[in-house]
């Protein structure tokens, strides 16, 4: 499970609905994404997560 993407998003007030929008996701698969059902975003999609949430892609999907 990606606890750090979820709370990075929750802290920057947004939606799964609304980030998803922002990055170009559906917001299922941003849903995947959190719960670690889908653990393989390509390297553009983590830096453009990354960037929307003010975080850099080792904090949100390398860290414990």
């Given amino acids: 499970m990606n606890y750090n993407l979820k709370i990075a998003r929750i802290k ?4 799964q609905a609304e980030l998803a ?6 917001n299922k698969y941003l849903s995947q994404l959190e ?3 889908s653990k393989n975003p390509s ?3 983590m830096e453009k ?3 929307c949430l003010n975080c850099t892609v080792q904090e949100l999907f ?3």
Avoid: C, S, Y
Avoid at 12 to 15: E, M, Q, V, Y
Avoid at 21 to 26: E, S, W, Y
């Fill in 62 to 64: 390398f860290e414990d």
């Fill in 49 to 51: 997560i990354a960037k």
């Fill in 12 to 15: 920057n007030n947004l939606t």
């Fill in 35 to 37: 719960t670690g059902k």
């Fill in 21 to 26: 929008k922002k990055v170009g996701i559906t």
């Fill in 43 to 45: 390297k553009p999609l």
